[in-house]
């Protein structure tokens, strides 16, 4: 399985980027698809999430600010970033979780950062 995220980039703070994660397989494989990032020298963290039923999460720190979607007939995930922060520069990841484990599968990556 391989996800592909793009779309990230540079912007000025209250700007907006849309990522996109592209999947090998179809998006119906997986329990739920997510969007993580990593600041440096933090730990990963949770952004995101959508599930197969389609019920969404979104850490408190990004609520209201982005919207989690997806195209299943398209294989991909989306994270519309609006108002962005210098806060919120990282390298943002796109995952999928396992149905049968529950455990979160991490792809590629993409460089965010927002400058002020």
């Known amino acids: 399985v391989q996800l592909q995220a793009y779309g990230g980039g540079l912007v000025q703070a209250g700007g907006s980027l849309r990522l996109s994660c592209a999947t090998s397989v179809s998006i119906f494989n997986f329990n739920a698809m997510g969007w993580f990032r990593q600041a440096p020298g933090d730990q990963r963290e949770l952004v995101a999430t959508?599930?197969?039923?389609?019920?969404?999460n979104y850490a408190d720190s990004v609520k209201g600010r982005f919207t989690i979607s997806k195209d299943n007939a398209k294989r991909t995930v989306y994270l519309q970033m609006n108002s962005l922060k210098p806060e919120d520069t990282g390298f943002y990841y796109c995952a999928s979780r396992s149905i049968s484990s529950g455990n979160w599968r991490w792809g590629q990556g993409t460089q965010v950062t927002v400058s002020s």
């Open positions: 959508i599930t197969r039923g389609n019920n969404i």
